[in-house]
C-alpha cells in the first residue's frame, strides 16, 4: 500500500490547537509594525475577527522570507514611509526600490515585490482574498500566500516556514532530510491537519498562525530550547525522546567553492567612484557593483582592497583594482562616441573600454554618499571603509 502522508498525519493529530492560541494570546508577539494596522470585521462564523492590512501583511512577510524580525523592522519601516500604499510602490522607479531594499539580501525578492505591487495596481490596488489567488502573485510562494490569507482575511491555511518546520519537526519526530520532498509532504500534511477546524473564528485561526510562527522564534529556537516555557511540550515526541534538538535533522553539509572575481576602481575629476548597474536578473540583480573585470590582471594595476562575502552556493573572495590612471582615461575616451562627421573611423576598444559598463548602465557615486543607492552588503561595506588615495585620482581629471 503506497504512503500516504495526509492520511497519515490525519491519524495522528494531536489538537495542537487550543494550547497554541492561549498560550499567543498570553506569551506571543503582538506589537510588530504589522500587527499595528487593523480591521475589525464581521467573520461568517458570526464573532469579531482583528484582521491586518493586507498590503502590510504582505510587504512584511516577503521580507520575512529567510530573514530575522529584527533585522526586517527597520527596512519595513522605511518601505512604508516611501510607499505608504501599494499603488505608490508599484509607480516607483525600480532602483528606488532597489535601494531601500539593499543590505536585506536575497534580492530576487525586492523584484518580485515589485512586480507584484504592479501586479495588483493593474487590478485595481486590491489584493487577492485566498491563498490560492495570493500565490499567483511573483515572490509569493505556498505559505507566505496562506499566513497573507489567515493574517489579512481570515482564512483557514496552513503555513510551513522555518520556525513552523521546525515546531513541527520536533512536536511529531519527523525523520528526514526538511528540504526533502518527502519529508516535506510529511511537514505539510501535520500542519493541514493540526489547524483549527473548519468554521472556527477568525481570531482563532489569527492566533494560532502566529502562535506557530512565535513559538518557533521564542522557545523551540534552534538550539537550547526551552522546553519548559512551551505549551506544547506534553505532546511533544522530541522532548520525550529527550533529545528536542536532533529535529529537524541536519542537512548533509556541502563544500562551499570559492569563485575569485576582479572588481574595478575607477573615479573621476569629483571622486565619484564608477559603478555598474547590473541586469535585473543574476547575482546582485537590479543593484549597483563596481565593475567587473574579466581573466588575469594586467601588470602594473594597484590593488586597493579586498573582501569575502558568502552567498547560498558560493564563496566570492572579492580583490578590488585600480588600474594606471592614463589607461582609464584612454578607456572612457573609447567609450565615448566619435567625433567628426557621421560614421567617422574610430580605433577599436581596448580589453579595459570592453570590461567598463556601457554609458547607459553606468553610476557616478560618492563613496561617503552611500546612502538610498541600489549597492549589495558587501559593497556597501567595503566602500564606506575605504580611505580614498589620492594617487588613484582621477581618471578624467
Same mark, same amino acid.
Given at each position: 500500500?503506497?504512503?500516504?502522508?495526509?492520511?497519515?498525519?490525519?491519524?495522528?493529530?494531536?489538537?495542537?490547537?487550543?494550547?497554541?492560541?492561549?498560550?499567543?494570546?498570553?506569551?506571543?508577539?503582538?506589537?510588530?509594525?504589522?500587527?499595528?494596522?487593523?480591521?475589525?470585521?464581521?467573520?461568517?462564523?458570526?464573532?469579531?475577527?482583528?484582521?491586518?492590512?493586507?498590503?502590510?501583511?504582505? +510587504?512584511?512577510?516577503?521580507?520575512?522570507?529567510?530573514?530575522?524580525?529584527?533585522?526586517?523592522?527597520?527596512?519595513?519601516?522605511?518601505?512604508?514611509?516611501?510607499?505608504?500604499?501599494?499603488?505608490?510602490?508599484?509607480?516607483?522607479?525600480?532602483?528606488?526600490?532597489?535601494? +531601500?531594499?539593499?543590505?536585506?539580501?536575497?534580492?530576487?525578492?525586492?523584484?518580485?515585490?515589485?512586480?507584484?505591487?504592479?501586479?495588483?495596481?493593474?487590478?485595481?490596488?486590491?489584493?487577492?482574498?485566498?491563498?490560492?489567488?495570493?500565490?499567483?502573485?511573483?515572490?509569493?510562494?505556498?505559505?507566505?500566500?496562506?499566513?497573507?490569507?489567515?493574517?489579512?482575511?481570515?482564512?483557514?491555511?496552513?503555513?510551513?516556514?522555518?520556525?513552523?518546520?521546525?515546531?513541527?519537526?520536533?512536536?511529531?519526530?519527523?525523520?528526514?532530510?526538511?528540504?526533502?520532498?518527502?519529508? +516535506?509532504?510529511?511537514?505539510?500534511?501535520?500542519?493541514?491537519?493540526?489547524?483549527?477546524?473548519?468554521?472556527?473564528?477568525?481570531?482563532?485561526?489569527?492566533?494560532?498562525?502566529?502562535?506557530?510562527?512565535?513559538?518557533?522564534?521564542?522557545?523551540?529556537?534552534?538550539?537550547?530550547?526551552?522546553?519548559?516555557?512551551?505549551?506544547?511540550?506534553?505532546?511533544?515526541?522530541?522532548?520525550?525522546?529527550?533529545?528536542?534538538?536532533?529535529?529537524?535533522?541536519?542537512?548533509?553539509?556541502?563544500?562551499?567553492?570559492?569563485?575569485?572575481?576582479?572588481?574595478?576602481?575607477?573615479?573621476?575629476?569629483?571622486?565619484?567612484?564608477?559603478?555598474?548597474?547590473?541586469?535585473?536578473?543574476?547575482?546582485?540583480?537590479?543593484?549597483?557593483?563596481?565593475?567587473?573585470?574579466?581573466?588575469?590582471?594586467?601588470?602594473?594595476?594597484?590593488?586597493?582592497?579586498?573582501?569575502?562575502?558568502?552567498?547560498?552556493?558560493?564563496?566570492?573572495?572579492?580583490?578590488?583594482?585600480?588600474?594606471?590612471?592614463?589607461?582609464?582615461?584612454?578607456?572612457?575616451?573609447?567609450?565615448?562616441?566619435?567625433?567628426?562627421?557621421?560614421?567617422?573611423?574610430?580605433?577599436?576598444?581596448?580589453?579595459?573600454?570592453?570590461?567598463?559598463?556601457?554609458?547607459?548602465?553606468?553610476?557616478?557615486?560618492?563613496?561617503?554618499?552611500?546612502?538610498?543607492?541600489?549597492?549589495?552588503?558587501?559593497?556597501?561595506?567595503? +566602500?564606506?571603509?575605504?580611505?580614498?588615495?589620492?594617487?588613484?585620482?582621477?581618471?578624467?581629471?
Amino acid at each position: 500500500m503506497p504512503y500516504d502522508a495526509a492520511s497519515m498525519a490525519h491519524d495522528n493529530t494531536l489538537n495542537l490547537a487550543p494550547a497554541l492560541i492561549r498560550w499567543q494570546r498570553r506569551h506571543g508577539r503582538h506589537h510588530l509594525p504589522w500587527q499595528k494596522t487593523r480591521l475589525e470585521l464581521g467573520t461568517p462564523a458570526g464573532g469579531a475577527a482583528v484582521l491586518r492590512d493586507p498590503y502590510r501583511v504582505w +510587504l512584511s512577510e516577503v521580507m520575512l522570507q529567510q530573514t530575522q524580525v529584527a533585522t526586517v523592522i527597520p527596512y519595513f519601516e522605511a518601505f512604508l514611509r516611501a510607499f505608504p500604499t501599494v499603488n505608490d510602490l508599484a509607480a516607483a522607479d525600480a532602483e528606488q526600490v532597489m535601494g +531601500l531594499w539593499a543590505g536585506l539580501g536575497y534580492y530576487s525578492r525586492a523584484r518580485n515585490l515589485h512586480a507584484a505591487a504592479r501586479q495588483v495596481a493593474e487590478a485595481g490596488g486590491a489584493f487577492p482574498q485566498t491563498a490560492q489567488g495570493l500565490e499567483a502573485l511573483p515572490g509569493v510562494g505556498r505559505s507566505t500566500a496562506a499566513a497573507i490569507a489567515v493574517f489579512a482575511f481570515g482564512e483557514r491555511a496552513a503555513i510551513l516556514d522555518g520556525n513552523v518546520k521546525r515546531v513541527l519537526s520536533r512536536v511529531f519526530a519527523v525523520e528526514g532530510d526538511p528540504a526533502g520532498s518527502a519529508t +516535506l509532504a510529511r511537514l505539510w500534511a501535520h500542519a493541514e491537519a493540526e489547524l483549527p477546524p473548519e468554521g472556527a473564528p477568525a481570531a482563532d485561526l489569527i492566533d494560532y498562525t502566529q502562535g506557530l510562527m512565535d513559538l518557533g522564534a521564542m522557545v523551540c529556537t534552534r538550539s537550547r530550547p526551552d522546553c519548559g516555557q512551551c505549551p506544547l511540550a506534553a505532546l511533544c515526541q522530541a522532548r520525550q525522546q529527550g533529545e528536542p534538538e536532533r529535529y529537524p535533522q541536519a542537512r548533509r553539509k556541502k563544500t562551499v567553492p570559492v569563485r575569485a572575481v576582479n572588481l574595478l576602481w575607477v573615479e573621476d575629476a569629483q571622486r565619484q567612484v564608477l559603478l555598474q548597474a547590473r541586469p535585473d536578473s543574476g547575482l546582485w540583480g537590479g543593484l549597483w557593483s563596481l565593475p567587473e573585470w574579466p581573466g588575469e590582471v594586467p601588470e602594473g594595476w594597484q590593488a586597493v582592497g579586498s573582501f569575502s562575502h558568502v552567498f547560498t552556493h558560493f564563496r566570492m573572495e572579492a580583490t578590488v583594482w585600480a588600474p594606471p590612471v592614463d589607461v582609464v582615461r584612454r578607456a572612457m575616451a573609447d567609450q565615448a562616441p566619435a567625433s567628426g562627421a557621421e560614421g567617422g573611423i574610430k580605433a577599436e576598444p581596448d580589453a579595459l573600454a570592453k570590461a567598463l559598463p556601457l554609458p547607459e548602465q553606468q553610476r557616478w557615486l560618492v563613496p561617503s554618499a552611500l546612502e538610498g543607492a541600489p549597492l549589495p552588503s558587501p559593497i556597501r561595506r567595503w +566602500l564606506q571603509g575605504q580611505v580614498l588615495q589620492p594617487e588613484l585620482i582621477s581618471a578624467s581629471a
